[in-house]
């Protein structure tokens, strides 16, 4: 089962990517742990899961072929 | 003089989905554009030129070199001259129709409220995570619309909170998408890491047309939505926003919490440096010798002459870090006390035992009292 992951803003520094896919992940709670252990600097950075577009604040479950999108906060003005 | 009809929002008129009833609304319309930097002087320009009859301006700072770059309605006279009143003198002579008012101050939450009581909408071109969410939550307590854009490197955020699109009563804002401030190691702003300069004016003028949108009850606000844009893919991506429960917790929900709240304090819980007060600061640079170091990039205003410092950029300290004595009890200082905060935790996680401080409130608090 693949899924599309993308990155955002300073995540991209951290993932080295900002469009990738990742394969047997069945929620975002396992998504944010393996993410973690592979970018580890992620512990420390805050940011927004999206599925699908829409911003999820629970554990949310992740389907064959969904999007992922990781979006941090910005200051700059 | 003109004996022809005002004919200086014709263009604008003739779009059937604006038409003089539209432009009446424009008219009528009062907005506040909170900073008037990257994303404030295109919003404002755009405001202006359209008629919007009331504008309103808060900053606090001047112009510097380093603004020029991309807070386009400002050149070199403007150097050291205040934001607001500058940029409220450029929209005069673009349009004397309408009204402008000038807020020479900085937004806290002691004069948030009443300011944007007199107001319809708000548009947030501010640059600090503190002022973003006071501004958030002002808005939520006086249901103001408020048009939020924010921008980094290639990359710009622009979307519309705290409004519904009738489609729903539905209202989100910026604490449903991001309920906890980020921490030190996420808060980088534009002063580390840049900004291309159309960024900003891509963004501010997306908000200015967002702004004429909601005047005119036309098309689709981003309404509990963000749009994230970044110039190098040229992708747009949008991100659907759903009111978040967990947001309530540590929220003021009414004028007297937010006037209790301590925005500087929710944005740098996170931040593990000690501090040094600016009088605790003036005692003891007078009383033995202290290293001190300015982490504003070059050309930062204000200038400092009044003692000596070590001047090394944020965006260059970690580089520089091995070669510095720690001998001494060393303050940090930048603008306004972010950066140096996370200089000192550098050279905390390098010189675990060194004795370094970072300045309270920035070169800025201290300019203040001396």
Not at chain 2, 63 to 88: F, M
Not at chain 2, 146 to 162: C, D, H, K, M, S
Not at chain 2, 250 to 273: G, I, Q, R, S, T
Request: charged share 20%; net charge negative.
């Amino acid at each position: 089962m693949e899924i599309n992951l993308l990155a955002f803003g300073q995540i991209v520094e951290i993932t080295g990517k900002s469009a990738w896919k990742m394969a047997g992940i069945k929620d975002t709670n396992a998504l944010i742990q393996d993410l973690e252990k592979q970018f580890p600097h992620l512990v420390k950075t805050n940011y927004s899961i999206a599925v699908n577009k829409k911003v999820i604040q629970e554990n949310t479950a992740i389907n064959e072929n969904d999007t992922i999108a990781l979006l941090p906060p910005f200051s700059g003005g | 003089m003109n004996s022809k009809p005002n004919n200086r929002y014709q263009r604008q008129i003739q779009l059937k989905e604006i038409g003089q009833e539209g432009q009446d609304k424009i008219t009528q319309a009062k907005v506040l554009i909170i900073g008037a930097g990257g994303l404030g002087c295109p919003a404002l320009q755009y405001l202006a030129a359209a008629g919007v009859g009331t504008i309103g301006i808060v900053d606090f700072d001047v112009v510097e070199l380093s603004n020029l770059q991309r807070q386009i309605l400002y050149n070199l006279d403007d150097i050291g001259k205040p934001k607001a009143t500058t940029a409220a003198g450029k929209i005069k002579a673009l349009n004397l129709e309408i009204q402008i008012e000038t807020y020479n101050l900085q937004i806290t939450n002691k004069n948030a409220l009443e300011i944007l009581e007199n107001y319809d909408l708000i548009i947030d071109g501010t640059d600090n995570f503190a002022t973003r969410y006071l501004i958030n939550d002002a808005c939520v307590i006086l249901d103001k619309p408020l048009i939020y854009g924010a921008v980094l490197r290639f990359e710009g955020q622009i979307g519309v909170f705290n409004y519904s699109n009738f489609e729903t009563n539905i209202k989100t804002n910026y604490r449903d998408l991001f309920p906890k401030p980020p921490n030190l190691d996420s808060a980088i702003s534009c002063n580390d890491v840049g900004v291309l300069g159309v960024i900003p004016g891509i963004i501010g003028t997306m908000q200015a047309t967002e702004a004429l949108k909601i005047i005119c009850g036309i098309g689709k606000p981003l309404a509990n939505k963000i749009v994230s844009y970044n110039v190098l893919e040229n992708s747009f991506y949008d991100f659907e926003i759903a009111a978040n429960e967990n947001s309530n917790s540590d929220f003021p929900k009414n004028k007297a919490e937010f006037l209790a709240f301590n925005y500087e304090w929710f944005c740098n819980a996170n931040l593990d440096v000690e501090t040094i007060s600016i009088e605790e600061f003036d005692t003891i640079r007078k009383q033995e010798t202290i290293t001190i170091i300015d982490v504003r990039e070059i050309g930062e205003l204000p200038v400092v002459d009044e003692f000596a410092f070590l001047h090394i950029p944020l965006s260059e300290l970690e580089k520089t870090l091995s070669t510095l004595s720690t001998e001494n009890i060393i303050v940090v200082y930048c603008k306004s006390g972010q950066r140096s905060a996370k200089a000192v935790q550098l050279l905390k996680e390098k010189f675990p035992n060194s004795q370094s401080f970072s300045l309270k409130g920035g070169i800025e608090a201290w300019k203040n009292i001396n």
